[in-house]
């Protein structure tokens, strides 16, 4: 099922294709073929759904397991960590081993470039506001509620997209939006009733998990929308533009380290409380964050959001059985209204009524001109030194 939603409105025509073969036509050589480019979007959505369900659930049971609690800003400074060095290693694997070219590839596109390299900042300091904000939430609202409530961001970003993208939406889209708000709504007015007979561990506050959720959906849709007009205007790689983003992430999230729990990690340790399950979050955070990038290039902000409400279904399911959340006929009603918007929202357009993105030739700081057709999957690298 979360395969099938996943794709979306490709979904038949990627069934239909059956093969990630060449087509009849010719492309160029190194670049994805269209078969080749809706399977990858397919399969990059589909596994996102898994992954976020995989991701909210893992989350709570690590913040709601008896014993010594692990400090979240900790959690958020290591999954960049990894993201950053496993982008590191992919980099370092399109110059073929070859260290002399790594180091003066990284030199040129990381501080000669460094215009470029500054765009970054901006959304790295909110996606680290987000994943701070998300360990808040998760820890004060059930699994199930948290998803449900998150996909405010897929609204939050529809906004920004017609903004800063200058996107256009359709009636039947504006319409989904509003069933997907009705739908957290109901969801949010069961909470507060806490007419659901789950357990509520000790400390949780739902005021402060709706906050910290709806902080967390505007900084998602600026920053998601924000990251996409990046890289589809720009012939940097994915696994660069993240390599910059993990240095500022990183940087950024020991500063909040330190000013929200430095002194308890200064006496207890970095490490406190870190159990295979806290582990297997980061490992999870890390590769969700990867994952993302790739989406982005491959589909558009709004399809991922919509794709990864399908996880509410996942991560319901898991709930009720793991933490013992009971589904409430508000509940379902609510949830049902969002997975509706997903399907009204995945309904193919007319071809009048499709937009085709603008094709931004903006220099970068390079003197280059950006191509939205330039990169394939493990893009190569375009600025390449002399004798590579």
């Known amino acids: 099922m ?13 069934a239909a294709a059956g093969t990630v073969g060449p087509p009849g036509g010719h492309h160029q050589p190194g670049l994805p073929s269209a078969s080749q480019h809706r399977w990858l979007k397919q399969a990059s959505l589909a596994v996102l759904v898994v992954q976020n369900a995989s991701l909210i659930l893992s989350i709570r049971y690590a913040r709601t397991l008896p014993g010594d609690r692990f400090f979240a800003t900790t959690a958020v400074v290591m999954a960049e960590v990894l993201k950053g060095a496993t982008c590191l290693l992919l980099l370092f694997a399109q110059k073929r081993g070859n260290v002399k070219h790594f180091v003066l590839f990284l030199h040129e596109a990381v501080l000669v470039q460094y215009v470029d390299t500054l765009k970054l900042a901006v ?58 708000f009705l739908g957290v709504a109901l969801v949010q007015v069961q909470q507060a009733g806490g007419s659901n007979g789950s357990p509520r561990p000790g400390g949780q506050n739902p005021g402060v998990g709706l906050a910290a959720v709806v902080a967390s959906c505007l900084s998602s849709g600026f920053a998601g929308v ?50 295979p399950a806290v582990w297997g979050v980061v490992l999870n955070q890390a590769f969700g964050g990867l994952l ?21 279904v996942v ?22 209204l969002v997975i ?7 309904l193919p357009r007319t071809a009048a009524a499709v937009t085709p993105p603008p094709q931004n030739t903006a220099p970068l700081a390079s003197g280059r001109h950006a191509d939205p057709e330039e990169e394939p999957f493990l893009p190569k690298l375009l600025a390449k030194e002399k004798g590579s």
Do not use: C, H
């Open 123 to 180: 959304p790295s300091l909110i996606y680290t506001l987000q994943n701070n904000l998300q360990y808040v939430a998760i820890s004060n609202l059930p699994a199930a509620t948290f998803q449900v409530t998150y996909q405010l961001k897929i609204l939050t970003t529809a906004l920004f997209s017609v903004l800063m993208l200058r996107r256009s939406l359709s009636r039947l889209q504006w319409a989904s939006l509003l069933l997907l």
């Open 315 to 336: 991560s319901t399911a898991a709930s009720v059985r793991l933490f013992g959340f009971q589904v409430d006929p508000l509940f379902a009603l609510g949830a049902g």
């Open 226 to 275: 924000y990251f996409e007009k990046i890289l589809k205007g720009s012939s940097g790689s994915v696994w660069l533009r993240n390599v910059q983003l993990g240095l500022f992430g990183t940087l950024l999230g020991l500063a909040g380290l330190w000013w929200a729990e430095g002194g308890a990690v200064a006496s207890q340790g970095f490490f406190f409380g870190y159990t």
């Open 340 to 346: 509706g918007a997903v399907y009204l929202y995945s």
């Open 292 to 312: 993302v990038a790739v989406v982005v290039k491959y589909a558009d902000n709004i399809l991922k959001g919509f794709a990864t409400s399908l996880s509410i």
């Open 2 to 14: 979360a395969a099938a939603g996943a794709g979306g409105g490709d979904a038949a025509a990627g």
